[in-house]
């Protein structure tokens, strides 16, 4: 079973990205064929800095290094190190029908965001899927918020299985049923768009100040407060286990409980559940020779198997004209 993801370096990694991908990923490198990889040509439908994205980039990786993503027993890249799978792309565009595309919510959410309509942003779910099907994944672990992609990347599949020769896999997306979208500080969705993220590799200070800033509502203390869409209670929640769970649950049908209070709980919480990987995030960050090496032999691991797809591409629709 070869299972595939990837994350865009668009900005700091936060616990929504943690919790819906990174972490699940990170787990089934155990049994599991991993192909992991840092999506910096998506990044750049909203990103028009070189150095930050430069700067982002290198981040992202080391944050998958940091919190145990282990390139001895992944397929570990940057998707621009192949870049064969932009030649996959064009031939996927041939066969991808406009009303696809336009039926993507993330498209329209992101045009609502503020990020510039282009050729790009439109087509992205098509590179999506190249990347998806040039590595023959399986079984792909997103968030809720690509379960659309992932279904594009399956009909992009048949149709280019049915009108040129069965050569892709048809994925299929991972979703944890359990995890709703994470939300972030003031309720929404957490996205490194919206700025209401809390980042995985963040300093003491920042941390506490944004724990403090999650949005509660008004319910006195003497009374019981409300569960359902509580961002405080879902933040919680997702550094417990079920019994966890069904503890806090109790504190906040009791009445008396502080706000406040639970926040400063909270910030404990977070703060040392990461507290191991911040010490090895710190020495890895500081060895870009490592970084280079680990990287270009990701690279190549990858290629290796792009390539095979890409031939057969090639072949299927023609451009490899001096084949005989
Ligand atoms: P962002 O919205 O911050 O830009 P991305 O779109 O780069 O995040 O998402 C990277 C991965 O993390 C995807 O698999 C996505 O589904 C997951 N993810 C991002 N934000 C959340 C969230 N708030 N809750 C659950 N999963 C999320
Ligand atoms: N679109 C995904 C996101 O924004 C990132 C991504 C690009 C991806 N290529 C992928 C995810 C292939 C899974 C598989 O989160």
């Known amino acids: 079973m070869r299972v595939l993801s990837g994350i ?11 919790f819906g991908m990174m ?15 840092i999506v910096n040509f998506h990044a750049l439908t909203s990103t028009f800095d070189a150095e930050r994205l430069r700067r982002q980039t290198y981040d992202a990786i080391c944050d998958f290094l940091a919190l145990g993503l282990d390139p001895e027993k992944s397929v570990f890249w940057v998707q621009s190190d192949v870049p064969e799978v932009t030649e996959a792309t ?39 899927a190249a990347d998806i099907l040039l590595y023959g994944a399986d079984r792909v672990p997103v968030g809720k918020d690509q379960k659309q992609h992932v279904e594009v990347a399956r009909d992009i599949a048949i149709r280019f299985n049915n009108t040129y020769g069965q050569i892709f896999t ?58 359902e869409g509580n961002v405080l209670f879902d933040l919680y929640s997702l550094f417990l286990d079920e019994a966890g769970r069904e503890a806090l649950k109790d504190r906040f049908l009791t009445p008396g409980l502080k706000y406040g209070e639970l926040k ?4 404990g919480v977070i703060w040392e559940y990461f507290e191991p ?17 680990v ?13 095979q797809y890409l031939e057969k591409m090639r072949h299927l629709v023609g451009t490899d004209y001096l084949r005989k």
């Open 8 to 18: 865009q370096p668009s900005g700091n990694l936060h616990i929504g990205n943690y």
């Open 23 to 37: 972490k699940r990923m990170i787990e089934y490198q155990a049994d599991h064929e991993l192909f992991c990889f």
């Open 90 to 128: 064009w031939y996927l565009s041939n066969i991808t029908g406009m009303g696809l595309l336009e039926r993507c919510h993330s498209y329209k959410d992101k045009l609502a965001k503020g990020i510039p309509a282009s050729h790009g942003l439109f087509s992205y779910p098509v590179l999506m």
């Open 170 to 227: 048809i994925p299929e997306a991972d979703i944890d049923t359990n995890l709703a979208t994470i939300p972030g500080l003031d309720g929404q969705k957490m996205s490194k768009s919206y700025g209401n993220t809390i980042e995985i590799f963040i300093d003491e200070a920042s941390l506490k100040q944004k724990i403090m800033s999650i949005k509660t509502d008004s319910t006195p203390v003497n009374e019981p407060k409300p569960i």
């Open 264 to 267: 400063k709980e909270l910030f």
């Open 277 to 293: 990987y911040r010490a090895k995030r710190q020495q890895i960050a500081s060895q870009p020779d490592y970084i280079r090496q």
């Open 295 to 307: 990287m270009q032999a990701g690279a190549e691991k990858a290629r290796a198997v792009a390539t």
